[in-house]
């Protein structure tokens, strides 16, 4: 197993035109803005296209990115434990940004980042469960304590299973033509 190396975001732009660039967040969340000439790969799609990802590497290093860096290091650390390095980009496509970098917003299909998504449901489960007991059953209020629970699960696991089912909704899973362009492109590179 190798361990993911990180990369600033100015040690990945003076290497981006050598590297094999791919974003690994949901295909609404990539929409919002990404780095120039990344292939989007979400996450759950990394261990099935392990075979192409490796030739990738062999031809020239590969960065992994999403929106903040937890995402890209589990892909990396999965690469890794199937022999392939990788390198995560530190602080993800928000450090990008923020370091004053261009991100590409392709203007037709714009759509909100995981974290905004998880921040809305949560946010609207809470104000459900507290509306439903006051009016319906005061025991209905725990459907907003299972939520805090859940967000405070999701901060000292840096796993959140809100957004594990959130990605499965069809705006955040890829089109088959997407996926396909960018493993086509993943392959010729």
């Known amino acids: 197993m190798t361990t993911p190396r990180t990369l600033d ?3 990945a732009r003076t290497r981006l035109p050598d590297l094999t660039v791919i974003d690994v967040r949901t295909p609404g969340e990539y929409a919002s803005g990404h780095l120039p000439g990344v292939l989007n790969i979400p996450l759950g799609h990394v261990r099935r296209l392990l075979p192409e990802i490796r030739r990738a590497a062999e031809r020239g290093g590969v960065l992994v990115v999403c929106a903040s860096g937890a995402r890209s290091e589990t892909a990396c650390r999965l690469l890794g434990a199937h022999g392939v390095a990788a390198a995560t980009l530190a602080g993800g496509t928000a450090a990008w940004a923020a370091d004053g970098h261009e991100l590409h917003r392709p203007a037709a299909r714009a759509g909100w980042t995981m974290e905004r998504q998880v921040r809305f449901t949560a946010g ?3 104000l459900l469960g507290l509306l439903l007991g006051l009016l319906v059953h005061p ?8 939520v805090a629970a859940g967000l405070v699960v999701s901060a000292l696991t840096n796993r959140c299973g809100l957004a594990a089912l959130l ?12 996926l396909d362009a960018a493993v086509a492109a993943l392959r010729t590179r």
């Open 124 to 126: 609207a489960l809470v």
């Open 9 to 11: 975001p100015g040690q």
């Open 167 to 178: 990605a499965r909704l069809p705006h955040n899973r890829p089109r088959a033509s997407d």
């Open 139 to 146: 025991a209905l209020r725990l459907l907003s304590a299972g």
